[in-house]
DNA sequence: ACAAAAAGTGACCGATCGTGCTCTTTTGGC
DNA sequence: GCCAAAAGAGCACGATCGGTCACTTTTTGT
């Protein structure tokens, strides 16, 4: 069960891919199957529908999204420091991972939205637990805590200079985009820190 | 002509509903002539073919963007007073636009940054002729007139505080999406203000 | 080495995709 | 009211969609 283990991560692996590239709707069995040089058939040894494979791509592409951003921040002491880890850590992450189709896991939010299933529920679970651990993060960096709204208003801040960067690299080809998104997220640290 | 016009504009409207839900890779014509009440063939007397219809679609959107967004802001004088009509114009937008499906033009702006061609082009061409629309009016903030960096860094936390409120809003069912977004432009302004 | 189980193939299914064709109905200018 | 032109219907096309099934090849445990 060896080898079929490896297909499977090569299939998720591709699904993954397409799936940033060109949108979950459009990922086509065939050309998956193609790009791991497997038939269409053959992929149905290891899932047993397009959606269940999805569904299973999207999660590890949420462990792989931990793995690079949080992983590496975990061994930092909390506070300042971690944080600023885990944002440069995020901002490489979308600009690398999955080559040229950038980050499926914001793909994934804005086209599954307004779309209810398995796939919309998990990103939304997936999502919610890493704010609750980007707003633990950001307790940490003061004594006594902020309070809680401050918290989700610099969780809020930071999600969306990620965002802001996303859009400006990729739609814009905006150069500046990350010295535009630290500059910005040094800022609300600066100003969370002598508050 | 005057009959055709008017179903073209239902096909206009319709094409960019489904985008808006489904993405534009996802939208199928015979979705689309059902909605209107059309057969199929009856829509290529109006568009030579699905990307054509599709390309006037998001033209027609970015214009119903600006008269939704901008022209309401246009009637006030420049400084504060109309960034935030701005501002609030643009969330009420990816708030109410297109009933179910949010923004058509963020939803877009993801789907395509890796997929090049004219509905791209379109997208590029118009999101930057905003993004100057923008810049413009955070200089008038100020006299002297901030510098150019400091106004696109200013320009990019707006939009990002933008595709925040969107994400928290759609994605995550934050009810408080809208005071976090404001209270970030808020104080953005306040910074660029006394600076 | 051998049998069982896993992995993979190829043909095929009904549905739907975008699009072209011919034909009929409707509309607007005179 | 007539007539050309516009608007639309209906059908069929080749391709592709996700998925099934019977069959063969490969891998694995013993």
Redo the contacts between chains.
């Keep these: 069960m060896r080898k079929g283990d490896a297909t499977r991560a090569r299939i998720l692996d591709e699904t993954a891919r397409q799936a940033a ?3 979950f ?2 990922v086509s069995l065939n050309d998956v199957a193609e790009a791991v040089g497997l038939s269409k058939s053959g992929l149905f040894k290891h899932f047993e529908s397009k959606e269940a494979m999805e569904l299973v791509a999207l999660e590890q592409e949420f462990d792989r999204f931990v793995e690079f951003v949080w992983t590496p921040a975990e061994a930092l002491p909390p506070g300042r420091a971690r944080l600023e880890k885990i944002f440069e850590g995020w901002l490489d992450w979308s600009e690398v991972e999955r080559a ?3 980050c499926l896991i ?2 994934a ?3 599954l ?3 209810p299933g398995p796939l919309r529920d998990l ?2 679970k997936r ?2 637990q890493w ?1 609750r651990t980007l707003a633990r993060e950001m307790q940490a960096l003061r004594d006594p805590p902020l309070p809680d ?1 401050e918290v ?2 610099a969780v ?2 930071m ?3 990620v ?3 996303n ?2 690299r ?4 905006d150069a ?2 990350r010295k ?2 630290r ?2 997220f040094g ?1 609300l640290l600066d ?1 969370l820190g002598h508050g």
Tied chains: 1, 2.
Excluded: C, N, P, T
């Design positions: 590239l060109k949108g709707g459009a040229a189709g950038g914001m793909a939010s804005i086209e939205d307004d779309q990103l939304q999502v919610r704010r709204d989700a208003m809020f801040q999600k969306s200079y965002l802001g960067h859009d400006a990729r739609m814009l080809e500046s985009a535009a998104a500059a910005a800022a100003r």
